[in-house]
Nanobody, 126 residues
Framework: QVQLIESGGGLVQAGGSLRLSCAAF????????MGWFRQSPGKEREFVAA????????YYSGSVRGRFTISRDNAKNTVYLQMNSLKPEDTSVYYC???????????????????WGQGTQVTVSS
């Protein structure tokens, strides 16, 4: 019955901003690390960002570091991805994921996440 629901995707011009949201249901949200991944047609799923259970530690891929910010509000059971200075190469389907409780560190490993949302499309025009 656990589910994640992403929202906030859309079409934006290069240089613009979007904020993605992921709401979690059916899980004690505050005890789980959360991550964002993206996947484009014909490409492998790519790690974007992750945040630990408390929000005190964040992790980013080199391609988004300095432009994207991951955050969480445990009281609202929601994780966010603020995306600034968007580039056409950021175009992808973005997925949020909840990590299994028994893993620690190496947040970029997608196989350590056990619950995934349906994804939200982000398209950046040039």
């Amino acid at each position: 019955q656990v589910q994640l629901i992403e929202s906030g995707g859309g079409l934006v011009q290069a240089g613009g901003s979007l904020r993605l949201s992921c709401a979690a249901f059916g899980r004690t949200f505050s005890t789980y690390a959360m991550g964002w991944f993206r996947q484009s047609p014909g490409k492998e799923r790519e790690f974007v960002a992750a945040i630990n259970w408390s929000g005190g530690s964040t992790y980013y891929s080199g391609s988004v570091r300095g432009r994207f910010t991951i955050s969480r509000d445990n009281a609202k059971n929601t994780v966010y991805l603020q995306m600034n200075s968007l580039k056409p190469e950021d175009t992808s389907v973005y997925y949020c994921a909840s990590r299994s409780y028994y893993y620690s560190g190496n947040y970029y490993v997608d196989s350590t996440y056990d619950i995934w949302g349906q994804g939200t499309q982000v398209t950046v025009s040039s």
